[in-house]
Each structure stands twice: as structure tokens, then as C-alpha cells.
């Protein structure tokens, strides 16, 4: 026979060294069924527990005589599978989701709030959700600890006294830091520089005692720096030759001048050749007009020229047998009486090509050979017809992928990217509208396997779902990713094709893109109805 629970019969006991909770049952006829358990875990606390129990009786089953029950009250409630992960497979996803470097200011009071050397919570969440995840994210930073890169920005106030000053905090946190991070490796970045509204006279301030203490620190560890970016007036970097000791770590630097000075650089640079594993080198072309630079250029696999001409280009493919990848970004007109040689140098390692803030296509491509370039990506404002003729088969006959990217406001011309040999793999980029035809170029064209979409909105929908279903049906285009604010109609459409089986991504952001979209457009036009009603009742 089953009976009810009374209600006089719950009075638990609390262990006082233990977390548990002493149930004493009285009744020989009560027991407790295995299904009550995972109810009494539900709870916060064991009195919300016996308060619901007492509400609402539970049938229970009988015990024999006099016996004592012992649950273990948990203060939580029952952990989640994600919770029951494996340490090691914590540590693994932990590993991947690491940031790989860390940037900490040493130039305001406020340094001394982001002295950490450990990552935030916008840099690395997960040290902030559970003790257990932040201490397996600690053994993971600990094994695997992430570049920190010191932002050291040296005053550039006309006030004598604020620029010690600020200097002054520089250094004192350097120091501490440096104190605390030996002999890890260091990465820091270091400006120097003053504006234009400065004399001549005042620009050798650079000599203040502050910054040459800051520079001798820097010198000092010179065998421990791994990344560093050196953007300095003429006099530091003079200043850090005779200073400098091995740089047996180094593997990436930049070399900026921070002068307002125009011609060719006449300064002397710190001596590079015993950095043994230096393989990054980002330099302005101002400096790289300097003739003999100490630079060990036959070991340097990625390259960054800002401002080149092509005959910077031209020098950087003949001195680096080894390059992979290269970057052009800064250049607007070609005004440099350079001839080109009458035959393109031949370059066999380089696979990477990217030319970025209006830098011409034609003026650099055709004074080179690269049959082993695998990808290009070019991001300009202009891309005219002879610029679509250099990526050709001929030039480039391993290109996989191309990447084009136009800004806001360029018409671009169907026709120019029809001139283009597309490769394989194909990324089409517009900061605004896809322009007219471009959808039925797209389906005419048979060498494009995987295409990527990115732009506004587009008023030839139909075409697009014309060529997406005729590309897909023929098995021609294996794969489609796109990102537009299209109609409901069309993304309807798009949902559809998706669903059937063909490779369509995209879609979601599409979604929310259209979304926001129209939501910006009631709002305008609410803002537009209230002021019209407010002019309305203005004329009256």
C-alpha cells in the first residue's frame, strides 16, 4: 500500500564539516524513490526543496524499520556535458582559440591597469567563465604563452616638462615589465616622431635623456626581441647602432622613418645580418633606396614595401631568392624615371602577391615572372583594362586565387573583368552595388569553380538566380558563398537551392544584412513622416 509523505516527518540535520544533509525517516513505511533525487538537485537550497514537498505530497514506497537515508546535497545543480569535459580535450580547444599576441601601452598612467601580463577577457574569455576552464587556460598560456607586444609611444608635446614626464612613466614601466618577463622574449613597437609644425631646430630633441634611456634598455636586451616595429627619427636609429648587441631571436621588424623629410633617407639603420632566423621584413621605400643596407636579404620569406615604385619592386625580386610573400600598398602614380629591363626577371618562390591602396597592377606584374604565384589579391580604387590583361595564363599560369576588392562609389566595368582569366577560385568584392551584367558574365564562364559574392544590393536578382541554378545544375560551380541585403523573395529562393543539395553559403549574414536594412529604412521614414507633420503643422 502506497501512503503520503506527512509533513512533520522532514527534519534534516546539516553535517558541519561536510557539504551534505543528514535525512533521518522515522516511518517504516516511507522510502524514497531514485526519481525524487534528481528533483531534490533541482534545487538551490535543501528548505525549497522540503517546502515544495510539503505543498504537494509524493506516494512513496515502504522500508524496513528504524533506517537512516544519507543524500549528498550538491549547492549546484546537476553540471552540463560541456562542463564534463576532459581536461585534455579542454586543453586542445583552449590551445586553438588562443590569441597569438598581446598589445600593452608603457606610454600613459594608465599602463599600469593593463600591466598584466595575462590576456583580458576581450582577449581570451574563457579565463573568466569557471575556476576549472581558468585554470586549464592558465597550463595552456603557461606552455604556450602568447606574444606580448609593448606599445611605446615617446611624447611628441612641445612642453619640455610634459615630455619628460610622460617619457619618465615609459621608462619606469618598461623597466618593471622587462624585470618580470626575463628572459622570455620581448615584442614591442616604438614610435618617435614630432609634427610638421616643428622647426628644424627642435627636431633633434630626440636627444633628451629620457628616450635615449628608453632606447639603451631596448638595446640592452637586443638578444631577447622576436617582433619588433621601429618607427624613429634619423638620430635614434644612430643613436641605436653602436648600442645594439646580437639579435640571435629576431624574426620580424619594421623599418618606418618618422621624419617629415622628402628625398632619399641619408641616415645610418642599426646592422641587421646577425639576426639569423629574421625572415619578416616591412620597410618604407624610403629607406630602401639606401644603397648597402645591413640587411641579410636571402633569408627573408615575407616582404612588406609601403609607398614602392617598381623599381623597389624590381630590387626586392632580384635580392630575395626565397620569397613567398610579398605586399605593395601606399603607391597612387608611377612618376619614377625607372626603365624597366626589356626581360621580366624570373622569381620561382613566390606565391603570394597582395597590392593594396591604389597600387597599379600594370606598373609592377609585367616587369617580373612568377609561374609559381598561387594567389593574388588586389584592393584599389581603380582597375582599368590594362590591368585586367596582366592576369593572364601566360603570366601567372598557377594562379588558384584571385581576390579583387573595389571601394565605395567605382563603376566597375563588366566588360574590364570579362578581359580577366579568372583561376579557379575567385573572391568579388564591391563596397556598393554589384554592377550591371556582371551575373551573366558569371554564367558564361566555366573556369570559375568557387566564387565568392560580397556587395550592397544588386538590381538584376533574377539574373543572379539564373546563373546560380544554371552553374550548380551543370555541376560547374561547386560552391557559392554570398553576403548582399537581398529581397525576401530571392533569399527565399536561395534558401530553397540550399536545401536541395547545392553548396550555397552565406545565407545567414544575408539575412541579417536585409534585416538591419529594413529596419534602417522604417526608421528613416518614420524620422521623414514626423518631420513632415511637424513642417505641416509649422504652416499652419
Not at 313 to 338: A, S
Not at 478 to 499: G, M, N, P, V, Y
Not at 511 to 538: P, S, T
Request: net charge positive; aromatic share 8%.
Amino acid at each position: 500500500m502506497i501512503r503520503t509523505v506527512p509533513k512533520c516527518i522532514y527534519r534534516p540535520t546539516y553535517a558541519s564539516s561536510f557539504n551534505t544533509v543528514t535525512l533521518s525517516v522515522t516511518s517504516a513505511t516511507l522510502s524514497f524513490q531514485l526519481t525524487h533525487w534528481t528533483k531534490f538537485l533541482n534545487y538551490k537550497t535543501p528548505r525549497n526543496f522540503y517546502r515544495s514537498q510539503m505543498d504537494s505530497t509524493v506516494p512513496l514506497r515502504p522500508l524496513t524499520p528504524d533506517s537512516t537515508t544519507v543524500l549528498r546535497y550538491c549547492s549546484h545543480p546537476s553540471p552540463s556535458a560541456l562542463c564534463r569535459l576532459p581536461v585534455e580535450i579542454l586543453q586542445t580547444i583552449f590551445l586553438l582559440c588562443r590569441p597569438d599576441t598581446l598589445t600593452r601601452p608603457f606610454h600613459s598612467p594608465y599602463s599600469l591597469f593593463s600591466f598584466s601580463p595575462l590576456p583580458n577577457q576581450s582577449e581570451f574569455p574563457v579565463l573568466f567563465v569557471s575556476h576549472q576552464w581558468r585554470s586549464v587556460a592558465l597550463s595552456v598560456i603557461r606552455i604556450y604563452p602568447p606574444t606580448t607586444i609593448l606599445s611605446i609611444l615617446l611624447s611628441q608635446s612641445l612642453e619640455a616638462s610634459d615630455r619628460d614626464s610622460s617619457n619618465a612613466v615609459a621608462l619606469y614601466f618598461l623597466r618593471k615589465y622587462i624585470l618580470r618577463t626575463n628572459p622570455n622574449n620581448l615584442s614591442f613597437t616604438i614610435s618617435n616622431g614630432y609634427s610638421s609644425s616643428i622647426s628644424d631646430n627642435n627636431q633633434n630633441r630626440s636627444s633628451d635623456l629620457q628616450v635615449l634611456a628608453i632606447l639603451k634598455l631596448l638595446c640592452e636586451l637586443s638578444d631577447r626581441w622576436e617582433n619588433v616595429a621601429l618607427r624613429l627619427l634619423p638620430s635614434s636609429f644612430l643613436s641605436m647602432c653602436t648600442q645594439m648587441r646580437s639579435l640571435s631571436r629576431l624574426t620580424s621588424i619594421k623599418l618606418q622613418d618618422a621624419s617629415h623629410a622628402r628625398g632619399p633617407y641619408s641616415g645610418q639603420l642599426p646592422s641587421l645580418m646577425g639576426a639569423k632566423h629574421l625572415s619578416t621584413l616591412k620597410i618604407a621605400c624610403r629607406i630602401l633606396g639606401q644603397p648597402d643596407l645591413p640587411i641579410p636579404w636571402t633569408q627573408l620569406t615575407r616582404v612588406t614595401l609601403s609607398i614602392p615604385y617598381p623599381r623597389h619592386f624590381h630590387f626586392i625580386i632580384t635580392t630575395c631568392p626565397n620569397l613567398v610573400e610579398c605586399v605593395l600598398k601606399g603607391y597612387t602614380q608611377n612618376t619614377d624615371r625607372w626603365t624597366p629591363p626589356a626581360r621580366p626577371v624570373q622569381h620561382l618562390t613566390l606565391r603570394k602577391l597582395l597590392v593594396k591602396n591604389m597600387c597599379k597592377l600594370s606598373d609592377f606584374l609585367p616587369i617580373v615572372r612568377v609561374p609559381g604565384l598561387q594567389e593574388l589579391q588586389v584592393d584599389h580604387l581603380t582597375f582599368e583594362l590594362e590591368d585586367a590583361r596582366t592576369v593572364s595564363p601566360t603570366a601567372l599560369p598557377s594562379l588558384r586565387k584571385l581576390h579583387l576588392k573595389f571601394d565605395f562609389g567605382k563603376i566597375v566595368d563588366p566588360v574590364v573583368l570579362s578581359n580577366i582569366a579568372f583561376p579557379p577560385m575567385v573572391v568579388l568584392e564591391f563596397q556598393g552595388n554589384m554592377p550591371d551584367g556582371l551575373s551573366s558574365m558569371l554564367e558564361h564562364n566555366d573556369t570559375i569553380c568557387h566564387l565568392c559574392l560580397k556587395f550592397q544590393e544588386t538590381e538584376d536578382e533574377v539574373g543572379l538566380l539564373s546563373m546560380v541554378r544554371a552553374r550548380m545544375r551543370e555541376s560547374s560551380l561547386f560552391w557559392l558563398h554570398i553576403e548582399a541585403c537581398l529581397s525576401f523573395k530571392t533569399l527565399a529562393q536561395l534558401i530553397r537551392l540550399a536545401e536541395s543539395g547545392m553548396m550555397i553559403s552565406g545565407l545567414h549574414e544575408c539575412a541579417l544584412v536585409g534585416r538591419a536594412d529594413r529596419a534602417f529604412q522604417v526608421a528613416h521614414y518614420k524620422e521623414r513622416r514626423a518631420g513632415m507633420r511637424f513642417w505641416n503643422f509649422m504652416k499652419r
